[in-house]
């Protein structure tokens, strides 16, 4: 990806100055950045970012990586990021929440859901907890 480019997670600021720190390993300052940048990574195809930044408490996590980064990829490769709309952000020191609504496309058809998930921090870094309610 050109870094110059927008940056997927729809912040409108180029990748560069956006989520490229964070796939490039820095920690994200909050629940929120790292909620961009997952969503930015799943556009970018990094399913080792996806698979760094959720914890092992997860319903998706899964110990054979390899098997759940091809899940990942399948998924991202079949899948058009639309845009990325964040509802509501609830900061916390170890614990947020980010409702958001992702744009995505499958196969022509609108595949657009809403989200309330559930961020904790572990060593001063920012992990996906799961999902909190579908279809808010
Ligand atoms: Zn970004």
């Known amino acids: 990806m050109d870094n110059d480019s927008l940056c997927p997670c729809c ?4 990748y560069c100055e956006c989520c490229k ?3 490039d390993g820095a920690p994200a300052e909050n629940a929120l ?9 799943y556009a970018l195809h990094l399913a080792d970012y996806i698979v760094a930044t959720t914890h092992p408490d ?10 759940w980064k091809k899940e990942i990829l399948r998924f991202s490769h079949n899948t058009s990021f639309v845009g990325l709309k964040i509802v509501e952000f609830i900061d916390g020191a170890k614990s947020a929440y980010v409702t ?5 496309k499958q196969n022509g058809q609108d595949a657009t859901f ?8 572990v060593g001063g870094r920012w992990f996906y907890k799961n999902c909190q309610t579908a279809g808010v």
Do not use: G
């Open 11 to 14: 912040s409108q600021k180029p």
């Open 21 to 23: 720190r964070y796939h």
């Open 33 to 41: 950045a790292l909620m961009r940048s997952r969503y930015a990574a």
């Open 58 to 67: 997860n319903p998706a996590y899964s110990p054979d990586s390899s098997s």
């Open 100 to 104: 958001f609504t992702a744009y995505l």
């Open 114 to 121: 809403t989200e309330k998930s559930h961020f904790v921090k």
